[in-house]
Protein backbone atom coordinates (compact mmCIF):
# COMPACT_ATOMS: atom_id res chain seq x y z
CA UNK A 1 0.00 0.00 0.00
CA UNK A 2 1.45 3.30 -1.12
CA UNK A 3 1.43 5.72 1.44
CA UNK A 4 1.09 9.60 0.20
CA UNK A 5 0.36 12.86 1.82
CA UNK A 6 3.11 13.56 4.22
CA UNK A 7 4.31 16.82 1.66
CA UNK A 8 1.46 17.90 0.01
CA UNK A 9 2.42 21.64 -0.72
CA UNK A 10 0.12 22.93 1.61
CA UNK A 11 2.35 24.05 4.08
CA UNK A 12 3.73 20.49 5.02
CA UNK A 13 0.16 19.80 6.99
CA UNK A 14 -0.66 16.02 6.67
CA UNK A 15 -3.98 16.95 4.84
CA UNK A 16 -4.49 18.68 1.68
CA UNK A 17 -6.83 21.45 3.89
CA UNK A 18 -6.90 24.92 2.99
CA UNK A 19 -9.06 27.15 4.73
CA UNK A 20 -10.78 28.60 1.50
CA UNK A 21 -12.15 26.99 -1.77
CA UNK A 22 -14.67 26.08 -3.93
CA UNK A 23 -15.72 22.88 -5.25
CA UNK A 24 -18.23 21.19 -8.26
CA UNK A 25 -19.63 17.79 -7.66
CA UNK A 26 -21.38 16.20 -10.82
CA UNK A 27 -24.34 13.93 -10.05
CA UNK A 28 -23.89 10.17 -11.41
CA UNK A 29 -24.35 6.97 -10.68
CA UNK A 30 -20.77 4.53 -11.05
CA UNK A 31 -21.18 0.85 -10.90
CA UNK A 32 -17.16 -0.80 -10.78
CA UNK A 33 -16.35 -4.10 -10.65
CA UNK A 34 -15.61 -7.35 -12.57
CA UNK A 35 -18.59 -8.19 -14.46
CA UNK A 36 -20.33 -5.21 -13.65
CA UNK A 37 -21.24 -4.69 -17.24
CA UNK A 38 -24.02 -7.11 -15.99
CA UNK A 39 -25.69 -4.71 -14.09
CA UNK A 40 -26.61 -2.63 -17.71
CA UNK A 41 -30.16 -3.60 -18.49
CA UNK A 42 -30.85 -2.64 -14.84
CA UNK A 43 -29.21 0.71 -15.87
CA UNK A 44 -31.22 1.15 -18.07
CA UNK A 45 -34.32 0.74 -16.84
CA UNK A 46 -33.50 2.52 -14.14
CA UNK A 47 -33.03 6.00 -16.02
CA UNK A 48 -37.02 4.90 -17.15
CA UNK A 49 -35.85 4.07 -20.88
CA UNK A 50 -36.86 1.51 -23.08
CA UNK A 51 -34.74 2.00 -25.92
CA UNK A 52 -31.16 2.23 -26.10
CA UNK A 53 -29.07 3.28 -28.74
CA UNK A 54 -25.45 1.17 -28.41
CA UNK A 55 -22.58 3.49 -29.83
CA UNK A 56 -18.96 2.24 -30.71
CA UNK A 57 -15.70 2.15 -32.81
CA UNK A 58 -15.47 0.01 -36.19
CA UNK A 59 -13.29 -1.80 -34.05
CA UNK A 60 -15.73 -2.14 -31.12
CA UNK A 61 -18.36 -3.16 -33.06
CA UNK A 62 -18.64 -6.62 -31.78
CA UNK A 63 -18.41 -5.98 -28.49
CA UNK A 64 -21.13 -3.23 -29.25
CA UNK A 65 -23.03 -5.65 -30.82
CA UNK A 66 -22.72 -8.39 -27.84
CA UNK A 67 -24.13 -5.30 -25.48
CA UNK A 68 -26.96 -4.55 -27.75
CA UNK A 69 -27.60 -8.65 -27.14
CA UNK A 70 -27.15 -8.45 -23.43
CA UNK A 71 -29.71 -6.15 -22.69
CA UNK A 72 -31.83 -7.58 -25.53
CA UNK A 73 -35.20 -5.71 -25.95
CA UNK A 74 -34.39 -3.03 -24.51
CA UNK A 75 -31.75 -2.46 -27.03
CA UNK A 76 -32.88 -0.26 -30.18
CA UNK A 77 -30.18 -0.50 -32.49
CA UNK A 78 -25.97 0.01 -32.81
CA UNK A 79 -24.03 2.77 -34.37
CA UNK A 80 -20.48 1.79 -35.17
CA UNK A 81 -19.17 5.09 -36.41
CA UNK A 82 -17.25 6.74 -33.39
CA UNK A 83 -13.87 8.14 -34.32
CA UNK A 84 -11.24 9.92 -33.00
CA UNK A 85 -11.77 13.70 -32.20
CA UNK A 86 -15.65 13.82 -32.83
CA UNK A 87 -15.89 14.93 -36.18
CA UNK A 88 -19.40 16.43 -36.42
CA UNK A 89 -20.26 15.23 -39.73
CA UNK A 90 -20.07 11.54 -37.67
CA UNK A 91 -21.97 12.76 -34.76
CA UNK A 92 -25.18 14.74 -37.16
CA UNK A 93 -25.05 11.13 -38.54
CA UNK A 94 -26.03 8.91 -35.25
CA UNK A 95 -27.98 12.00 -33.88
CA UNK A 96 -29.93 11.12 -37.41
CA UNK A 97 -30.10 7.20 -36.59
CA UNK A 98 -31.45 7.94 -32.85
CA UNK A 99 -34.09 9.79 -34.00
CA UNK A 100 -34.94 6.96 -36.74
CA UNK A 101 -34.67 4.16 -34.34
CA UNK A 102 -36.54 6.05 -31.86
CA UNK A 103 -33.61 5.90 -29.38
CA UNK A 104 -34.39 7.04 -25.84
CA UNK A 105 -30.62 7.07 -23.99
CA UNK A 106 -27.21 6.24 -25.57
CA UNK A 107 -24.75 3.66 -24.14
CA UNK A 108 -21.06 4.52 -25.49
CA UNK A 109 -19.06 1.28 -25.06
CA UNK A 110 -15.28 2.57 -25.68
CA UNK A 111 -12.08 4.97 -25.21
CA UNK A 112 -12.60 8.70 -25.69
CA UNK A 113 -13.71 8.67 -28.92
CA UNK A 114 -16.65 6.45 -28.04
CA UNK A 115 -17.62 8.87 -25.32
CA UNK A 116 -17.58 11.81 -27.42
CA UNK A 117 -19.92 10.37 -29.79
CA UNK A 118 -22.26 9.84 -27.02
CA UNK A 119 -21.80 13.18 -25.18
CA UNK A 120 -22.13 15.04 -28.93
CA UNK A 121 -25.16 13.55 -29.15
CA UNK A 122 -26.76 14.33 -25.67
CA UNK A 123 -26.05 18.25 -26.15
CA UNK A 124 -27.70 17.95 -28.87
CA UNK A 125 -30.54 15.90 -27.72
CA UNK A 126 -30.36 15.82 -24.19
CA UNK A 127 -30.37 11.58 -24.15
CA UNK A 128 -29.49 10.40 -21.14
CA UNK A 129 -26.02 8.73 -21.29
CA UNK A 130 -24.35 5.42 -19.41
CA UNK A 131 -20.70 4.72 -20.31
CA UNK A 132 -19.10 1.93 -20.47
CA UNK A 133 -15.44 2.63 -20.70
CA UNK A 134 -12.23 0.49 -21.85
CA UNK A 135 -9.52 2.56 -21.90
CA UNK A 136 -8.38 4.90 -18.95
CA UNK A 137 -8.93 8.49 -20.63
CA UNK A 138 -11.70 9.46 -17.77
CA UNK A 139 -13.87 11.59 -20.64
CA UNK A 140 -16.63 9.97 -18.88
CA UNK A 141 -16.27 11.85 -15.97
CA UNK A 142 -16.44 15.04 -16.81
CA UNK A 143 -18.94 17.46 -18.61
CA UNK A 144 -16.56 18.73 -21.38
CA UNK A 145 -16.94 17.73 -25.02
CA UNK A 146 -14.26 18.22 -27.89
CA UNK A 147 -15.48 17.91 -31.47
CA UNK A 148 -14.01 18.85 -34.51
CA UNK A 149 -15.32 20.46 -37.57
CA UNK A 150 -13.76 21.35 -41.09
CA UNK A 151 -10.29 20.29 -39.14
CA UNK A 152 -10.74 22.55 -36.30
CA UNK A 153 -11.67 21.19 -32.74
CA UNK A 154 -13.05 23.19 -30.26
CA UNK A 155 -14.33 22.19 -26.72
CA UNK A 156 -17.09 22.91 -24.59
CA UNK A 157 -18.18 22.12 -20.91
CA UNK A 158 -22.30 22.30 -20.25
CA UNK A 159 -24.09 19.86 -17.54
CA UNK A 160 -26.18 18.37 -20.10
CA UNK A 161 -23.00 16.46 -21.66
CA UNK A 162 -22.13 14.91 -18.54
CA UNK A 163 -22.91 11.35 -18.43
CA UNK A 164 -25.25 9.63 -15.95
CA UNK A 165 -24.05 6.48 -15.45
CA UNK A 166 -20.81 5.47 -15.61
CA UNK A 167 -20.11 0.99 -15.31
CA UNK A 168 -16.43 0.20 -14.82
CA UNK A 169 -15.58 -3.07 -15.39
CA UNK A 170 -12.14 -3.72 -14.92
CA UNK A 171 -12.51 -7.45 -17.45
CA UNK A 172 -13.22 -4.68 -20.71
CA UNK A 173 -10.27 -2.82 -20.19
CA UNK A 174 -7.94 -6.19 -20.14
CA UNK A 175 -8.35 -6.64 -23.78
CA UNK A 176 -6.79 -3.14 -24.24
CA UNK A 177 -2.56 -3.99 -25.77
CA UNK A 178 -0.07 -3.20 -23.23
CA UNK A 179 1.04 -0.22 -25.33
CA UNK A 180 -1.99 1.07 -25.25
CA UNK A 181 -2.80 0.59 -21.74
CA UNK A 182 0.34 2.62 -20.73
CA UNK A 183 -0.15 5.19 -23.18
CA UNK A 184 -3.58 5.67 -21.70
CA UNK A 185 -2.32 4.97 -18.19
CA UNK A 186 -0.24 8.00 -18.58
CA UNK A 187 -2.62 10.10 -20.37
CA UNK A 188 -4.77 10.03 -17.30
CA UNK A 189 -2.60 10.75 -14.62
CA UNK A 190 -1.73 13.97 -17.07
CA UNK A 191 -4.79 15.02 -15.51
CA UNK A 192 -4.16 14.43 -11.98
CA UNK A 193 -1.10 15.99 -12.26
CA UNK A 194 -2.37 19.10 -13.92
CA UNK A 195 -4.81 19.18 -11.27
CA UNK A 196 -2.59 18.98 -7.77
CA UNK A 197 -1.40 22.89 -9.26
CA UNK A 198 -4.40 23.67 -10.78
CA UNK A 199 -5.46 27.47 -9.83
CA UNK A 200 -9.09 26.24 -8.92
CA UNK A 201 -8.18 23.26 -6.69
CA UNK A 202 -9.94 22.35 -3.79
CA UNK A 203 -8.99 19.66 -0.90
CA UNK A 204 -10.84 17.51 -2.49
CA UNK A 205 -9.50 18.01 -5.82
CA UNK A 206 -6.31 17.24 -4.44
CA UNK A 207 -6.84 14.19 -2.04
CA UNK A 208 -8.55 12.19 -5.42
CA UNK A 209 -5.86 13.29 -7.67
CA UNK A 210 -2.80 11.98 -5.60
CA UNK A 211 -5.22 8.72 -5.09
CA UNK A 212 -5.35 8.16 -8.54
CA UNK A 213 -2.10 8.89 -9.14
CA UNK A 214 -0.90 6.15 -6.20
CA UNK A 215 -3.62 3.96 -8.21
CA UNK A 216 -1.67 3.76 -11.61
CA UNK A 217 1.91 4.25 -9.73
CA UNK A 218 0.59 0.88 -8.20
CA UNK A 219 -0.97 -0.99 -11.09
CA UNK A 220 0.71 -0.25 -14.30
CA UNK A 221 4.12 -1.86 -13.61
CA UNK A 222 1.95 -5.00 -12.49
CA UNK A 223 0.10 -4.52 -15.74
CA UNK A 224 3.70 -4.22 -17.90
CA UNK A 225 4.24 -7.82 -16.42
CA UNK A 226 0.79 -9.31 -16.37
CA UNK A 227 -1.83 -7.48 -18.80
CA UNK A 228 -4.45 -9.33 -18.07
CA UNK A 229 -4.20 -9.17 -13.83
CA UNK A 230 -7.84 -8.73 -13.26
CA UNK A 231 -6.69 -6.50 -9.91
CA UNK A 232 -4.28 -4.10 -11.95
CA UNK A 233 -6.78 -3.55 -14.42
CA UNK A 234 -9.67 -2.81 -11.49
CA UNK A 235 -6.85 -0.87 -9.58
CA UNK A 236 -5.95 1.08 -12.77
CA UNK A 237 -9.71 1.65 -13.48
CA UNK A 238 -9.99 2.85 -10.42
CA UNK A 239 -7.25 5.39 -11.03
CA UNK A 240 -8.87 6.77 -14.57
CA UNK A 241 -12.04 7.40 -12.48
CA UNK A 242 -10.22 9.51 -10.06
CA UNK A 243 -7.90 10.88 -12.57
CA UNK A 244 -11.22 11.47 -14.73
CA UNK A 245 -13.50 13.24 -12.13
CA UNK A 246 -10.73 16.00 -11.54
CA UNK A 247 -10.54 16.51 -14.94
CA UNK A 248 -14.00 17.24 -14.91
CA UNK A 249 -13.48 19.64 -11.70
CA UNK A 250 -10.69 21.64 -11.91
CA UNK A 251 -8.54 23.30 -14.89
CA UNK A 252 -5.98 22.40 -16.72
CA UNK A 253 -2.40 24.28 -17.38
CA UNK A 254 0.77 24.25 -19.84
CA UNK A 255 0.96 20.10 -20.14
CA UNK A 256 -3.10 20.11 -21.85
CA UNK A 257 -2.09 23.03 -24.01
CA UNK A 258 1.04 21.33 -25.11
CA UNK A 259 -0.89 18.21 -25.50
CA UNK A 260 -4.06 20.32 -27.52
CA UNK A 261 -1.20 21.78 -29.72
CA UNK A 262 0.22 19.02 -31.14
CA UNK A 263 -2.43 16.65 -31.42
CA UNK A 264 -4.49 19.38 -32.87
CA UNK A 265 -1.97 21.23 -35.33
CA UNK A 266 0.25 18.07 -36.02
CA UNK A 267 -2.38 15.53 -35.88
CA UNK A 268 -0.31 13.49 -33.33
CA UNK A 269 -2.20 10.66 -31.71
CA UNK A 270 -3.77 11.68 -28.44
CA UNK A 271 -2.90 9.27 -25.77
CA UNK A 272 0.89 9.06 -26.45
CA UNK A 273 1.61 12.43 -26.78
CA UNK A 274 0.39 13.22 -23.49
CA UNK A 275 2.59 10.14 -22.41
CA UNK A 276 5.51 11.60 -23.76
CA UNK A 277 4.86 15.35 -22.60
CA UNK A 278 3.95 14.44 -19.04
CA UNK A 279 7.31 14.41 -17.33
CA UNK A 280 8.52 17.45 -19.46
CA UNK A 281 5.40 19.58 -18.59
CA UNK A 282 5.94 18.50 -14.85
CA UNK A 283 9.42 19.15 -14.83
CA UNK A 284 9.14 22.76 -16.24
CA UNK A 285 6.14 23.60 -13.32
CA UNK A 286 8.22 22.05 -10.78
CA UNK A 287 10.60 24.42 -10.84
CA UNK A 288 7.59 26.89 -9.63
CA UNK A 289 5.33 24.65 -7.55
CA UNK A 290 8.02 22.03 -6.49
CA UNK A 291 5.41 21.34 -2.51
CA UNK A 292 2.41 20.82 -4.86
CA UNK A 293 3.80 18.04 -7.01
CA UNK A 294 6.41 16.22 -4.05
CA UNK A 295 2.96 13.81 -3.74
CA UNK A 296 3.83 12.85 -7.14
CA UNK A 297 8.17 12.49 -6.44
CA UNK A 298 6.79 10.91 -3.36
CA UNK A 299 5.00 8.10 -4.21
CA UNK A 300 7.59 7.38 -6.90
CA UNK A 301 10.31 7.45 -4.24
CA UNK A 302 12.36 10.12 -5.96
CA UNK A 303 13.47 13.67 -5.78
CA UNK A 304 11.84 15.05 -8.55
CA UNK A 305 8.39 14.48 -9.76
CA UNK A 306 9.40 15.25 -13.59
CA UNK A 307 12.45 13.12 -13.75
CA UNK A 308 10.57 10.61 -11.65
CA UNK A 309 7.76 10.68 -14.36
CA UNK A 310 10.38 9.52 -17.37
CA UNK A 311 12.18 6.60 -15.66
CA UNK A 312 8.56 5.58 -15.04
CA UNK A 313 7.80 5.68 -17.90
CA UNK A 314 10.48 3.87 -19.76
CA UNK A 315 10.34 1.14 -16.80
CA UNK A 316 6.81 0.29 -17.62
CA UNK A 317 7.68 0.16 -21.79
CA UNK A 318 6.01 3.87 -22.68
CA UNK A 319 7.03 5.52 -25.44
CA UNK A 320 9.53 8.65 -24.52
CA UNK A 321 10.07 10.72 -27.80
CA UNK A 322 7.93 13.06 -29.91
CA UNK A 323 10.27 11.84 -32.81
CA UNK A 324 8.84 8.43 -32.46
CA UNK A 325 5.08 10.05 -33.32
CA UNK A 326 6.82 10.71 -36.85
CA UNK A 327 6.57 14.37 -35.63
CA UNK A 328 9.70 16.86 -37.45
CA UNK A 329 12.63 18.67 -35.55
CA UNK A 330 11.56 22.05 -37.55
CA UNK A 331 7.90 21.55 -36.82
CA UNK A 332 8.96 22.30 -33.15
CA UNK A 333 9.62 26.09 -33.72
CA UNK A 334 5.78 25.97 -34.74
CA UNK A 335 4.59 24.04 -32.19
CA UNK A 336 6.40 26.45 -29.65
CA UNK A 337 4.99 29.66 -31.24
CA UNK A 338 1.17 28.06 -31.27
CA UNK A 339 1.52 26.57 -28.11
CA UNK A 340 2.76 30.12 -26.68
CA UNK A 341 0.28 32.40 -28.61
CA UNK A 342 -3.08 32.04 -26.25
CA UNK A 343 -1.19 30.29 -23.19
CA UNK A 344 -3.58 28.49 -20.37
CA UNK A 345 -2.90 29.78 -17.35
CA UNK A 346 0.07 27.72 -15.68
CA UNK A 347 2.00 28.27 -12.75
CA UNK A 348 5.71 28.57 -14.29
CA UNK A 349 5.69 31.69 -16.56
CA UNK A 350 5.55 30.18 -20.25
CA UNK A 351 7.76 31.75 -22.72
CA UNK A 352 8.23 30.58 -26.48
CA UNK A 353 11.97 30.06 -25.79
CA UNK A 354 11.18 27.61 -22.75
CA UNK A 355 8.58 25.98 -24.30
CA UNK A 356 10.91 25.71 -27.65
CA UNK A 357 13.80 24.31 -25.40
CA UNK A 358 11.20 21.71 -23.30
CA UNK A 359 9.74 20.18 -26.86
CA UNK A 360 13.15 19.72 -27.59
CA UNK A 361 13.67 17.37 -25.20
CA UNK A 362 10.70 15.85 -25.53
CA UNK A 363 11.33 15.26 -28.89
CA UNK A 364 14.81 13.87 -28.17
CA UNK A 365 13.11 11.64 -25.44
CA UNK A 366 16.15 12.39 -22.88
CA UNK A 367 15.35 12.93 -19.48
CA UNK A 368 13.83 16.82 -18.31
CA UNK A 369 15.75 18.93 -16.73
CA UNK A 370 14.89 20.03 -13.50
P1 LIG B 1 -9.97 5.93 -28.44
O1 LIG B 1 -11.30 5.97 -27.81
O2 LIG B 1 -9.81 6.68 -29.73
O3 LIG B 1 -9.55 4.41 -28.68
C1 LIG B 1 -8.43 4.08 -29.47
C2 LIG B 1 -8.66 2.74 -30.17
O4 LIG B 1 -8.60 1.69 -29.21
C3 LIG B 1 -10.01 2.65 -30.85
O5 LIG B 1 -9.87 1.97 -32.07
C4 LIG B 1 -10.82 1.83 -29.88
O6 LIG B 1 -11.88 1.16 -30.48
C5 LIG B 1 -9.77 0.89 -29.32
N1 LIG B 1 -10.06 0.37 -27.99
C6 LIG B 1 -10.57 1.05 -26.94
N2 LIG B 1 -10.67 0.25 -25.87
C7 LIG B 1 -10.22 -0.97 -26.24
C8 LIG B 1 -10.08 -2.22 -25.57
N3 LIG B 1 -10.37 -2.37 -24.26
N4 LIG B 1 -9.60 -3.26 -26.26
C9 LIG B 1 -9.24 -3.12 -27.55
N5 LIG B 1 -9.34 -1.97 -28.25
C10 LIG B 1 -9.83 -0.90 -27.59
O7 LIG B 1 -8.80 6.42 -27.47
P2 LIG B 1 -8.82 7.19 -26.06
O8 LIG B 1 -7.42 7.54 -25.79
O9 LIG B 1 -9.59 6.43 -25.05
O10 LIG B 1 -9.66 8.50 -26.36
C11 LIG B 1 -9.08 9.60 -27.04
C12 LIG B 1 -10.15 10.65 -27.31
O11 LIG B 1 -10.83 10.97 -26.12
C13 LIG B 1 -9.56 11.95 -27.85
O12 LIG B 1 -10.39 12.44 -28.90
C14 LIG B 1 -9.59 12.88 -26.64
O13 LIG B 1 -9.67 14.24 -27.01
C15 LIG B 1 -10.85 12.40 -25.95
N6 LIG B 1 -10.87 12.70 -24.49
C16 LIG B 1 -11.82 13.57 -24.06
C17 LIG B 1 -11.89 13.90 -22.71
C18 LIG B 1 -12.97 14.83 -22.23
O14 LIG B 1 -13.13 15.04 -21.03
N7 LIG B 1 -13.75 15.42 -23.12
C19 LIG B 1 -11.00 13.33 -21.79
C20 LIG B 1 -10.03 12.43 -22.27
C21 LIG B 1 -9.98 12.12 -23.63
Redesign the pocket.
Known amino acids: MLRVGRTNGFGGKLTFFHPTFAARFADMRVQFGPGSRNTLRAEVERLGCRRALVL??P??SDTALGFAEMIGDLAAGVFSG?A???PVEVTEEAVKHAADVGADCVIAV???????LG?AIAWRTDLPQIVVP??????EA?P???QTEGGRKT?LSDPKIQPEVIIYDPQ??????LA?TNT?GL?AMA?AVEALYAQNRNPVSSMLATEGLAAFVSGLPKLAKAPTDEDARGETLYGAWLC?TV??QVGMALHHKLCHTL?GSFNLP??ETHAIVLPHATAFNERAVPGLLAPVAEMLEADHAGQALHSFAQKIGAPTALKDLGLSEPDLDRAAQIATENPYWNPQPVTRDAIRALLQTAWEGTPPER
Open positions: STQQAMHTGGGSTTGKTTYAGSTILGTLVATLPMSNHGLGGHA
